[in-house]
């Protein structure tokens, strides 16, 4: 931890008397943000913001797990793109990242070409090459609010960027804490943006504990700016009406970075009180000089901190340490005015009287003498800024009613709809790092490590939650994007052209991205390598049948089809180069069959063994894993993705050898007898897994001795030998040939398929679908002594929109069972946003999930405005066309 020396303060110090304790009492009770912090992993695993050792040691055996065979058959026959000069390039790129990520090798052969191709990329042109990326696309979105994990963060979309943020004394039983990185331990009524179109507007609300604090971003663009224009932030902070807030000042801190090192000049603000001042100012090749000012009518006293240092993700950390001494020295809530020579960050305390409002405003490319400083300063601060928010938040709701409110909803769901979208787009990150990745088992490096670096690289993303999982996740982000390209199709071709250009030479994509030193703080670091033998769902071709079906009926403008017709294009090779990892490294041992790779068939200390490769983490899959299993969901994936593979040839017209073998897959996939006769149970109607299973498993204690000490471990014991037979567990898996319209409206299987979704002893509840049925023997169990169930009842928003939409369909076409999907339709529906708009109304957040057993309340993470936001399109009827 890095301490700024302290120095004399300033002799007035009457302001900061009238603070919750005396000095003395201050000074001992600065509590450090960084002692409480939340340090959050995801396996898709259970959010707790306190872990244990066993939580430690249950999570690495989760994110690591068993990695089956790959067994190389491919259904439909070989489909491969080949770019020789790429492929020359590639070689280079083999060569440089041998010598700058492995040095020498302990061993040779097969092991060491399966690490090298696990992170070399895919020689295919990158979908952010294309024209449309660049120009005034990459302009307008240069500056955003992409930096999720704080509760106020802006950067550029650059490796090195200038980054700002907010922090705040909270106050909390007379403790003063510093508030910087979303944690659930701040105890935060409420946070989040409640208006944000993604581009260059955002409102957001927070309330701590009797403060309310609301926080505006607006972004312009003049002929006098530096690229990526200027943008201006709003702080405006007072007391809740009903409220606990201490007499006492509010002290607000705002900071600006250079990630690249560079220093930059701050201005002193020993006698500013009020008005407009300039803070600090400096020079960059990306965006010229830039100035940062100040601007407020309320009375202000401004305290500084300058520090030099590489690191940006322990700023917390860096002004806690600050504070707390130079408390100790003075007696002062207050930094000290001092800074290190060739500061490269610069802290500047902002303590008001409440109520009170503070303007900030970022000026580029002021070099010249045309620049117009006072003039752009003025458009940003005051009553101009004022109406220029009144103007894009009017825009905000006027897009927002046209897209989403055709039907008129209720006040109290409309403001929910609204902090949904807005606290997704609100939350779109830019990152910038290497993946870790696990070398081969029996492969040694001569230093020791157990994982390679991937090649540096860019991810612009939507996140599943600010506060547990502000990074990218592979599989949640197919759902986000869902409601993203209805908004604005152009920042959701960005999001998923930076995934795509993710893929290495295989067509692997590592399936949770933790890239920058600031991701990285949030994970500890035996979570953070990847494996490259392990899948997600390609949630991705959700999104990309949408774009192709809209695009296809005519939905967008000219512009629109003729940009959205040039990204599929590109896209497509990387797409064969994805589906075809898929369909050789996730084959089954018979053709036509599909598992996910990666279920650990050793361990003894699971239930049932995970298949996190899923994204369904604990459901109840085969009890003993093989080569054997068949996987009904990732068969359905598989579906999906060759007939949007199929699509995008036929209507663009795509010429090559891949036409035929996507047509002969999505047919053979596509064969209802077939997937009956691997998958249905005609007794329930439901379709499940596959594979060697007992249902006689269960946990308990064991005694073990080991060197003379007996210790005690909860195990599994299986009480009669497993068969080869479908594993008999109704949930999510067993509707998904359901939700994805493969059944024939005239079937007697539909029929099936509604009597379970409507029995209330199987998966209806008043607040949506559970995941795994009341009669399962897997039914709410823990999976280990410290692993609660979590798919196994929870309601989870994104399968509730899957399955709601198949009801929607089904409900439309004609045959005997259209009125009876139509009824449940309208009952699941009326339920889930029912439920989701009380949780909201009466804990300020959007949940991971939801719990079937407890009236529905909200669950796990929080905010989680990732796929739970598909709440909006569930309130506009929005669905895609499953016909």
Request: hydrophobic letters at 35%.
């Amino acid at each position: 931890m890095k301490t700024v020396n302290p120095a004399a303060a300033d002799a007035d110090s009457s302001m900061w008397k009238q603070s919750p304790r005396t000095i003395s009492e201050q000074s001992n009770t600065l509590q450090m943000a960084g002692d409480n912090r939340t340090t959050t992993h995801r396996s898709r695993g259970r959010a707790s913001p306190e872990r244990t050792a066993a939580d430690a040691t249950r999570e690495k055996s989760r994110r690591q797990g068993g990695r089956g065979s790959h067994h190389q058959r491919r259904l439909g026959g070989p489909i491969r793109w080949t770019f020789p000069v790429l492929g020359f390039i590639s070689l280079l790129l083999i060569g440089s990242l041998v010598y700058y990520n492995w040095g020498f090798w302990e061993s040779e052969g097969e092991l060491v070409t399966r690490a090298k191709r696990s992170v070399t990329p895919l020689a295919m042109p990158k979908l952010m090459d294309l024209p449309q990326f660049g120009g005034f696309h990459r302009d307008s979105l240069y500056w955003g609010t992409y930096r999720p994990h704080v509760y106020l963060g802006i950067r550029a979309r650059t490796s090195q960027s200038l980054i700002f943020g907010m922090m705040w004394l909270g106050i909390k039983n007379g403790q003063y804490h510093l508030r910087h990185v979303c944690q659930d331990s701040d105890e935060l009524s409420t946070y989040g943006w409640v208006e944000h179109n993604g581009r260059d507007y955002g409102r957001q609300v927070l309330r701590d504990h009797g403060f309310h604090i609301e926080t505006s971003f607006l972004k312009q663009k003049g002929e006098d700016s530096g690229f990526g224009g200027d943008w201006a932030v709003r702080i405006d902070v007072g007391k809740e009406v009903s409220g606990n807030a201490e007499e006492s000042p509010m002290h607000l801190f705002f900071y600006v970075a250079d990630e690249s090192g560079q220093s930059f000049t701050m201005n002193s603000q020993e006698s500013y009180r009020h008005g407009t001042t300039l803070l600090a100012s400096g020079s960059r090749v990306d965006v010229g000089t830039w100035q940062l000012h100040l601007n407020s009518l309320d009375s202000v006293e401004v305290h500084t901190a300058g520090y030099k240092s590489p690191h940006m993700h322990n700023l917390t950390e860096l002004v806690q340490a600050t504070l707390s001494v130079n408390a100790q020295r003075t007696g002062l809530i207050q930094l000290p005015d001092i800074k290190e020579s060739y500061s490269n960050i610069m802290v500047y305390q902002i303590s008001v009287e409440l109520p009170a409002k503070v303007d900030l405003a970022f000026l580029s490319g002021v070099d010249s003498e045309s620049s117009r400083i006072p003039e752009r300063v003025t458009s940003l601060t005051g009553n101009e800024l004022t109406r220029q928010l009144r103007e894009r938040q009017k825009a905000f709701e006027e897009k927002y009613d046209r897209l989403f409110d055709k039907q008129k909803m209720e006040k109290e769901e409309k403001a929910v709809g609204k902090a949904a979208i807005g606290n997704l787009l609100g939350g779109i990150g830019y990152f910038y790092g290497q993946s870790k990745i696990a070398i081969p088992k029996g492969l040694t490096l001569k230093n020791g490590e157990k994982s390679i670096s991937y090649w540096p690289a860019e991810l612009y993303t939507a996140v599943p939650s600010r506060s547990f999982f502000p990074r990218g996740f592979l599989w949640d982000e197919g759902f986000h994007q869902l409601l993203i390209w209805r908004w604005d199709v152009d920042i959701c071709m960005d999001i998923i052209g930076h995934w795509l250009d993710l893929l290495n030479i295989d067509g692997w994509i590592p399936r949770e991205q933790i890239l920058g030193a600031e991701a990285l703080s949030k994970v500890p670091e035996e979570f953070v390598v990847q494996y490259p033998s392990n899948g997600n769902p390609p949630t991705l071709f959700l999104v990309l049948r949408d774009l192709s079906r809209a695009l296809n009926s005519k939905e967008f403008s000219n512009e629109e089809a003729e940009r959205i017709s040039t990204f599929l294009k590109r896209a497509y090779a990387r797409l064969d180069a994805w589906f075809q990892w898929f369909n050789t490294t996730q084959s089954g041992k018979h053709e036509g069959t599909f598992y996910w790779h990666g279920r650990d068939n050793s361990t003894r200390r699971e239930l049932n063994p995970k298949t996190l490769t899923s994204g369904l983490d604990d459901y109840p899959r085969a009890s003993h894993p093989n080569d054997e299993e068949r996987h009904v969901d990732l068969r359905c994936w598989m579906l999906l993705a060759s007939n949007c593979m199929h699509s995008i040839q036929q209507m663009l017209g795509i010429k090559h050898n891949s036409v035929k073998a996507y047509t002969l897959m999505s047919k053979q996939l596509s064969e209802f007898d077939v997937l009956n006769k691997m998958h249905l149970d005609e007794k329930s109607g439901a379709y499940f897994d596959f594979g060697v299973h007992t249902e006689k498993v269960r946990l308990r204690w064991h005694e073990l001795r080991e060197n003379e000490v007996m210790r005690r471990e909860f195990l599994r014991e299986t009480l009669e030998q497993p068969q080869l037979r479908l594993v008999p567990h109704i949930g999510y898996v067993s509707l998904f040939p359901f939700m994805m319209g493969i059944i024939p409206a005239e079937s007697w299987i539909l029929e099936k398929q509604l009597d379970l979704i409507s029995n209330r002893s199987i998966l209806w509840t008043d607040y949506g679908l559970r995941s795994l049925s009341k009669i399962s023997t897997m039914y709410m169990k823990h999976n280990t002594e410290h692993d609660p169930p979590y798919w196994r009842g929870a309601i989870w928003i994104n399968m509730n929109y899957l399955i709601l939409s198949s009801l929607h369909h089904y409900s439309q076409v004609d045959g005997p069972y259209k009125d009876r999907a139509g009824g449940l339709y309208e009952e699941l529906r009326s339920n889930l946003i029912r439920n989701i708009v009380t949780n909201y109304h009466e804990t300020g957040f959007l949940w991971e999930n939801y719990d079937q057993k407890n009236k529905g309340k909200g669950k796990g993470a929080r905010p989680f405005t990732g796929w739970s936001s598909l709440v909006v399109l569930i309130m506009a009827e929005s669905y895609p066309n499953l016909r």
